[in-house]
């Protein structure tokens, strides 16, 4: 029987093995190769996806293992067309990026943060971070950018409830 | 009128791609019928390759290819010619590659690697310099007389792959004066792995009978000669391009993967794809090289620095690469930041059996400014003379002499100090009550320069108004490619920065360029880019002038437009200009060039160095707080602060991006990235797991100020803002650490155990047995022949 | 009926159904977030030929805490025991173990029962954690089930024998503080050098009844620290007391050098771990 699963609301087949990681799955047989292996240790976070919101390090996630579960990656978070979402309009508005290697995992692991709690401290992005690594920033922008990201949220929602 | 585009925050235009997950940095590209190939590698330090057979892997599943030293014959290397592309023989460090192979897909591939008979006889090896450098110790190249010397200059033999001296004035005089402090002081630096996100990565294919590589590197040009070179192939058979490269930090800097693939790719018939696992980066990245650094200062009772000498060994694994050219930099750190009266200084990059280290940013300085600068608090403490203060009476300026004899221009180190205490203005000087932990302070000074040297530069106006930049300059990640450039490019020919197009690298259509890094990409990139746009305007403005009617210096580059000095709404669009140029001149397009001017030494006064004298320096200061906890040596960084010299700010706020992502690199280098070799010559931290890079609560938001004004040649005075903003990071650090425990700090990184040992008194100190007091003891030549080749100067009252 | 999804992996929807697999092929390898057996290529070693996946059991899911006694099942994350225990005062000393370790995206896979089964890994975080607790460890065969004190479980080789299949662990609560105190190198994100777990019994004016210490990353295995445990029954419970008596006894450990610390340096900061373990168990209540 082969393997599904659903990837960026869509389901999709796949070919390989089931206890290839699902990052290989992503890159190498549907070319999503916004998540990038890096360290291929569960230290980095550059293969960062979210499984049902939550993020999660696909380089280590046998795809077999995926389960029901909705994989969103980068691509699909602001779908070609899309806006960006407020983190990664942040880090637009704050020149974040540098080589940009480490922002797909970081842009999915700050927007899964914020949907869980629409205004972190500081203290709580930095925490959320300790599995995503830059190795170019220094990370205060990025880490400016979140706040930013999850002021300008709750503007929004504050905006809408009035 | 539009705002000034000089010194504007203008945002990147990448920004958004990388942000989507869209960029194809080198690791994402793929080619239809692409093949995968894996490296095989020694698991030896030292030994006699006795039977070498790929028999088998050749007949494993999948296998298109597979190639072996026989296919690559050549060797290359920056000063000498050291380096074959897979080992010849002989093994010289655990991880070197003696085949190649390339498979349908990966796993078939590293499993053919894997199947590749390699049978070795050990041979004794010399893991550290103390190793090499003893007496009877076993020539790492028994054969390096017969080396194809590629810069001339440099002192060679034995273990030590090269040797740069400084001599100037007479040092024996002044330490024998006896109204002088002689202070001593050993300091030991460990590597530092670069560990960019994206590992070496390439692609290459073999297309009509050329070598066609798409590879993540910083130095396109470099890397097409050294492929051409080890193949045997004219290097106009070599193309190569560089996409969007996912760090780089001087890793990249030295041809890498590509040849491998190059040979691949011809063998198989397709395109071969080369990416190197995170273990292999670990263990056979062109590491920041680890260094012991013996210093010895003659001070007098006022704090005048009569008489240096140094020594500054380079541990530069088993081949020279960059290393023979980083020796030069010693007299330009070490040798730096303060008025010298006398100075001797010797800097040998010596061979050992651990893989080859290389540049990383502020390559050579970093450890010799943690050096100098602890040395520095030595002496104030030898003297009871307060470090600030005796930084403000020593630190070079205006009409000071360098190691080498230039002559600085400018007061910059002293302002900057003084712009550093309005910066400290209201900082804690300590802890809250009831945090029992050390507190340490410590404001540092550093010397760097800008790396300037040959770069070409094309610009095409297009006839819809935008501009073309063509050069091989690559987006590392700094933004100077999609920022400063566009931007200067902008100013010079009075288009809207956004409608500049970059050409990303390609040594088919732009000029030689000697690569990415050493700060160079404003300055070199930019002068040459200026001095296209300049040789563009000039067409312009003449085809213009005829279609308005006037003299071409009548004339002026604005908002997009050519208008007329005086009169405002006389006006026509570049877009026009360019349009009417391509019906009777033909196409717009300018080109320009920049290299160094190579400002000289003082005559005689420095041997083997590559770069004499600084044609830019630039200057730093930085200051640190740190808490230090007694019980288990972990330090913590409570603020940093940083005055740099920036020339002129073309984009301030990516500057500010470079201090902040250049101090976060610097504090990992300070306290947690070790590199440390086990009895096998391998390299202990194979992963992320164990070499631990600073992560979102290690690092420290960096209050930071740009320091405007200072003389440059650079494009509108500008200087290289990317490296240097690592350079003091483990002085400043250790330093404070110094002042918080009380104790001699020598070592870095500055790991808590270390830190602990320190306290406790359990650290070994430092053993630099093999590093003679004298710097006659660490000379090859006769060090009196040395002396009396060098001219006598009178330089021994320093100015 | 178990998921079959080819022959390397089977992912059974019973505990029965995951027994009947492991009995009936004995080179089939339970695998649970896969975060420790997915890096074996990097130790070194191969990746199973087959393996069984733990995920979709249901008994083996929940967090159940009852009067007396608490029940982890071996799938539990260490994320989802960090919540489930959020608030239980006696158990403070594992919530904190579980949210610490790691990274929090590792958290969320990394469970329970995969710390616990994984011989060879020193710096396990809830190892010690559940030894100060005296746990017993729960593991099921296809015709029995074993309660394995959790002392006895890491002297076994393999701790989880082949055809059985570690269930869940099972804590019996009692009037105790417990802390748990893990010294990375850096802020946070790497393997603890060093781990102290204790756990004390307390009586009204502060004097401690019973302690129990369990130290981890120091030693090849963790283990528990019984001559500590002995100086502080009958003591005042104080951090501070607590590090002194720690300090007089700490030759009795003999630390594995390895690549992130030296051997001397793990020993010689368990003083001071254990004095923040007992900051951690008893917070000042302001
Ligand atoms: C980046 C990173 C950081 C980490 N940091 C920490 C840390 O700080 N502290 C810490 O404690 N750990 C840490 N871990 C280590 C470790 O991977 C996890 O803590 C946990 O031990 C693994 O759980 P798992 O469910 O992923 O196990 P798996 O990888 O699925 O399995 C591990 C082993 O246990 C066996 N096994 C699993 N479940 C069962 C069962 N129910 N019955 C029998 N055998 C079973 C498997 O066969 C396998 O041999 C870290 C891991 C990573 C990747
Ligand atoms: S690549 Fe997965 S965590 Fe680094
Ligand atoms: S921007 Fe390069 S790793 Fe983050």
């Known amino acids: 029987m082969p393997l599904e699963i659903n990837v960026n609301g869509e389901a999709r087949a796949v070919q390989g093995d089931p206890m290839t990681p699902l990052l290989t799955v992503l890159r190498e047989e549907m070319h999503l190769t916004g998540a990038k292996l890096s360290c291929g240790e569960g230290f980095c976070g550059a293969c960062t996806v979210l499984l049902d919101g939550t993020p999660a390090m696909s380089c280590l996630m046998p795809v077999g293992l995926v389960g029901e579960r909705a994989v969103l990656t980068i691509e699909g978070l602001a779908p070609a067309g899309s806006e960006l979402v407020p983190v990664q309009k942040a880090m637009l508005d704050n020149d974040a990026v540098q080589c940009g290697m480490c922002f797909p995992g970081m842009v999915l692991t700050l927007s899964a943060l914020l949907q869980q709690n629409d205004s972190p401290s500081e203290d709580m992005i930095r925490e959320a971070l300790v599995g995503n690594i830059c190795r170019c920033t220094g990370y205060e922008r990025i880490v400016a950018a979140a706040l930013e990201a999850s002021r300008a949220t709750v503007a929004d929602a504050q905006e809408v409830s009035r | 009128m539009t705002a000034p585009v000089i010194g504007s925050d203008l945002p990147r235009r990448d920004a958004e791609d990388k942000l989507r997950g869209r960029t194809r940095y080198a690791m994402d590209s793929g080619r239809p019928g692409m093949l995968h190939a894996a490296l095989r590698r020694a698991d030896q330090p030292a030994a006699r390759i006795r039977r070498l057979d790929v028999t088998a892997a050749r007949r494993m599943p999948g296998v298109r290819a597979v190639v072996t030293a026989a296919d690559a014959p050549g060797r290359y290397g920056i000063a000498v010619a050291d380096h074959p592309l897979f080992a010849i023989d002989t093994i010289r460090y655990n991880g070197e590659p003696v085949a190649a192979v390339a498979a349908e897909t990966l796993e078939q591939a590293r499993a053919a690697a894997d199947a590749i008979l390699l049978e070795l006889e050990p041979l004794p090896a010399n893991l550290t310099m103390a190793e090499s450098l003893a007496s009877g110790a076993r020539e790492i190249h028994p054969d390096w007389r017969d080396y194809q010397e590629l810069v001339a200059g440099g002192s060679r033999g034995g273990n030590v792959a090269w040797e740069a001296t400084v001599i100037r004035g007479d040092t024996d005089a002044a330490f024998a004066r006896d109204d002088v402090t002689v202070v001593e002081s050993e300091f030991v630096a460990g590597r530092q792995n670069q560990a960019p996100l994206e590992p070496r990565a390439c692609v290459a294919t073999y297309e009509d009978g050329r070598f066609v590589i798409e590879t993540s590197t910083q130095v396109p040009w470099a890397v097409r000669n050294a492929t051409a070179n080890l193949l045997g192939v004219n290097v106009a058979d070599v193309r190569v391009t560089a996409p969007a490269v996912g760090g780089g930090f001087g890793l990249k800097f030295e041809m890498a993967l590509e040849p491998f693939a190059a040979l691949l790719a011809r063998a198989s018939g397709r395109p071969v794809k080369l990416v190197n696992r995170r273990e292999e980066e670990m263990l056979t990245a062109l590491c920041r090289e680890n260094a012991d650094i013996r210093i010895r200062s003659a001070v007098s009772r006022d704090g005048e620095i009569v008489a240096r000498e140094a020594t500054v060994l380079m541990d530069c694994g088993a081949y020279g690469g960059e290393q023979p050219f980083l020796t030069t930099m010693t007299a330009h750190t070490l040798g730096a930041n303060y008025r010298l009266g006398a100075v001797r200084l010797v800097s040998r990059a010596v061979y050992t059996n651990t893989a080859p280290t290389g540049a990383f940013r502020a390559c050579n300085g970093a450890y010799n400014t943690f050096a100098l600068e602890r040395h520095t608090d030595e002496i104030c403490a030898a003297i009871g003379m307060d470090p600030v203060e005796f930084r403000r009476r020593n630190v070079v300026g205006d009409g000071s002499m360098g190691a080498t004899g230039q002559i600085f221009e400018g007061d910059v180190l002293g302002p900057m100090l003084e712009r550093m205490e309005t910066l400290r203005a209201g900082a804690a000087g300590g802890l809250p009550a009831g945090d029992r932990r050390l507190f340490g302070r410590a404001t540092v000074v550093g010397t760097w320069f800008v790396f300037v040297g040959p770069s070409a530069a094309t610009v095409n106006i297009n006839p819809d108004g935008s501009v073309t930049l063509v050069t091989a300059g690559v987006e590392i990640g700094s933004g100077s490619m999609m920022q400063a450039l566009p931007q200067i490019v902008s100013h010079s020919l009075g288009v809207p920065p956004e409608s500049v197009v970059v050409r990303a690298a390609d040594t088919d259509s732009a000029g030689f360029d000697i690569g990415?890094?050493?700060?160079?990409?404003?300055?070199?990139l930019g002068a040459a880019s200026t001095a296209a746009c300049d040789d563009a305007r000039r067409k312009l403005l003449e085809v213009a002038a005829d279609l308005l009617e006037t003299a071409p210096e009548d004339l002026v580059?604005?908002?997009?437009?050519?208008?007329?000095?005086?009169?405002?709404?006389?006006?026509?669009?570049?877009?026009?200009?360019?349009?009417?140029?391509?019906?009777?001149?033909?196409?717009?397009?300018?080109?320009?060039?920049?290299?160094?001017?190579?400002?000289?030494?003082?005559?005689?006064?420095?041997?083997g160095h590559m770069i004499e004298a600084l044609d830019i320096p630039i200057f730093t200061v930085h200051e640190c707080d740190v808490a230090v906890d007694a019980d288990t040596g972990h330090v913590q960084i409570l603020a940093y602060r940083v005055v740099q010299d920036v020339g002129r700010a073309i984009n301030p706020r990516a500057i500010h991006g470079q201090i902040q992502g250049g101090v976060a690199q610097g504090l990992g280098y300070a306290l947690h990235e070790e590199v440390t070799i086990g009895a096998d010559?391998?390299?202990?931290?194979?992963?992320?797991?164990?070499?631990r890079l600073p992560l979102a609560q290690d690092v420290v938001p960096v209050q930071a100020e740009l320091f405007e004004g200072a003389p440059s040649i650079g494009p509108l005075g500008a200087k290289g803002a990317g490296e240097i903003p690592i350079l003091n990071v483990a002085a400043a650090v250790a330093c404070a650490v110094a002042n918080a425990t009380g104790k001699r700090v020598r070592q870095i990184p500055l790991t808590p155990p270390r830190v602990l040992g320190l306290i406790t008194g359990m650290e070994p100190q430092p053993n630099l047995s093999h590093v003679g007091s004298s710097w006659r003891d660490n000379v090859l030549d006769d060090p009196d022949e040395l002396l009396a080749r060098s001219p006598v100067h009178d330089t021994a009252t320093p100015s | 009926m178990s998921t079959v999804t080819n022959e390397r992996l089977f992912i059974p929807q019973t505990l029965r159904e995951a027994l009947d697999l492991l009995a009936e092929?004995?080179?089939?390898?339970?695998?649970?977030?896969?975060?420790?057996?997915?890096?074996?290529?990097?130790?070194?070693?191969?990746?199973?030929g087959r393996c069984l996946a733990i995920g979709a059991i249901d008994e083996l899911a929940g967090v159940q805490i009852e009067e007396a006694t608490v029940t982890i099942?071996?799938?539990?994350?260490?994320?989802?025991?960090?919540?489930?225990v959020d608030g239980v005062p006696d158990l403070r000393g594992l919530g904190q173990a579980a949210m610490k370790s790691a990274n929090p995206a590792i958290r969320e896979v990394a469970t329970v029962g995969g710390n616990l089964a994984t011989g060879g890994f020193p710096a396990a975080d809830l190892v010690p954690a559940l030894?100060?607790?005296?746990?017993?460890?729960?593991?099921?065969?296809?015709?029995?089930e074993e309660r394995v004190p959790m002392t006895r479980f890491l002297e076994r080789e393999p701790r989880v024998p082949p055809g059985s299949l570690l269930t869940g662990v099972r804590v019996a609560r009692r009037r105790q503080s417990s802390g748990h105190a893990r010294l990375t190198m850096r802020t946070a994100g790497d393997y603890a050098v060093a781990i102290v777990s204790l756990c004390l019994g307390l009586q009204e004016g502060g004097t401690i009844t019973e302690a129990r210490v369990a130290v981890g990353s120091v030693e090849p295995t963790p283990r528990r620290w019984t001559e500590l445990e002995q100086a502080l029954a009958g003591s005042r419970a104080d951090a501070a007391t607590a590090a002194q008596a720690?300090?007089?006894?700490?030759?009795?450990?003999?630390?594995?050098?390895g690549v992130e610390a030296p051997g001397w340096y793990r020993t010689r900061v368990l003083p001071t771990l254990v004095r923040r373990a007992f900051e951690a168990a008893l917070p000042r209540t302001a």
Not at chain 3, 25 to 48: C, F, H, N, Y
Not at chain 3, 131 to 144: F, G, P, Q, S, Y
Not at chain 3, 246 to 257: C, H, K, Q
């Open chain 3, 73 to 84: 099942g071996a799938g539990v994350s260490h994320a989802a025991l960090a919540r489930a």
């Open chain 3, 131 to 144: 030894l100060a607790m005296d746990a017993e460890v729960i593991v099921a065969h296809r015709d029995r």
């Open chain 2, 681 to 691: 010559g391998c390299i202990r931290q194979r992963g992320l797991e164990t070499y």
């Open chain 3, 25 to 48: 092929d004995s080179a089939i390898t339970p695998i649970a977030g896969g975060t420790w057996l997915m890096r074996a290529p990097l130790r070194g070693e191969p990746l199973p």
């Open chain 2, 516 to 524: 990415v890094g050493g700060g160079r990409t404003t300055v070199s």
């Open chain 3, 246 to 257: 720690a300090d007089s006894l700490v030759a009795g450990f003999n630390g594995r050098d």
């Open chain 2, 557 to 607: 580059l604005e908002d997009g437009h050519v208008g007329i000095v005086g009169v405002p709404d006389q006006r026509i669009s570049i877009a026009q200009v360019a349009a009417h140029a391509q019906l009777v001149t033909g196409p717009i397009s300018g080109s320009g060039s920049f290299t160094g001017r190579g400002t000289g030494s003082l005559p005689g006064c420095a041997a």
